[in-house]
Nanobody, 124 residues
């Protein structure tokens, strides 16, 4: 059984930082999957934030987070982090980690399992 357990998040003022964590367990680790981060604001579709390969040596970011957010990976690949700096009110959303299965990183249909989501709220 595959489980993704997220932690972190909360309420911060604009300009501050937060770090999200995602711990993955289960048989899917044997396939050494890339991991993605998405977010969903109220009334909006879930949108791609970024992805990181199994080894952590390659990352991809959506344009709106480049230079502000950084992904990393450790513990033999089963823990993924999203470091969010210089947060803006428009970053307010529920953030999700997900296990990539195939295809491009941007599409939610290309991910098999999802974390429970964690709320990030940025006040102005």
């Amino acid at each position: 059984q595959v489980q993704l357990v997220q932690s972190g998040g909360g309420l911060v003022q604009a300009g501050n930082s937060l770090r999200l964590s995602c711990v993955i367990s289960g048989a899917t680790l044997y396939s050494k999957p890339a991991m993605g981060w998405f977010r969903q604001a109220p009334g909006k579709e879930r949108e791609y934030v970024g992805a990181i390969t199994w080894s952590g040596d390659s990352t991809d970011y959506a344009d709106f987070v480049k230079g502000r957010f950084t992904m990393s990976r450790e513990n033999a690949g089963n823990t993924v982090y999203l470091q969010m700096n210089s947060l803006k009110p428009e970053d307010t959303a529920v953030y999700y980690c997900a296990v990539h299965r195939l295809g491009d990183y941007l599409a939610t249909r290309n991910y098999d399992w999802w974390g429970q989501g964690t709320q990030v709220t940025v006040s102005s």
